[in-house]
């Protein structure tokens, strides 16, 4: 069974960083696309950064395209997502996603196994 565990949130100051990482066990992590996702309080989920298992292609949302940075060690079956220059509008759970196979992708419903998430706050 596969299993996806975030960490590295917290509570930081606006135009400060994080950096999520996300464990995965249970399965092949170097064949999986990986995704990031955030929901804040009220809104739906949207997508924030994605990456094949090469790590030659990525996407971003247009929102933090150019502040945050995916990457993925597949010796530690890690993704990671950098986030520099933090807003107050990033705070949200931030949750890590993987899909079987295939390309990489960009929409929730592709992807087939989810982390509970993990807190980002960004204070003003």
């Known amino acids: 069974q596969v299993q996806l565990a975030e960490s590295g949130g917290g509570l930081v100051q606006a135009g400060g960083s994080l950096r999520l990482s996300c464990v995965v066990s249970?399965?092949?992590?170097?064949?999986?696309?990986m995704g990031w996702f955030r929901q804040a309080p009220g809104k739906e989920r949207e997508f924030v950064a994605a990456?094949?298992?090469?790590?030659?292609?990525?996407r971003y949302a247009d929102s933090v395209k150019g502040r945050f940075t995916i990457s993925r060690d597949n010796a530690k079956n890690t993704v990671y997502l950098q986030m520099n220059s933090l807003k107050p509008e990033d705070t949200a759970v931030y949750y890590c996603?993987?899909?079987?196979?295939?390309?990489?992708?960009?929409?929730?419903?592709?992807?087939?196994?989810w982390g509970q998430g993990t807190q980002v706050t960004v204070s003003s």
């Open positions: 990456m094949i298992w090469s790590a030659t292609s990525t």
């Open positions: 249970g399965g092949t992590f170097s064949n999986y696309p």
């Open positions: 996603a993987a899909k079987r196979r295939g390309i990489i992708a960009t929409m929730s419903y592709e992807f087939d196994y």
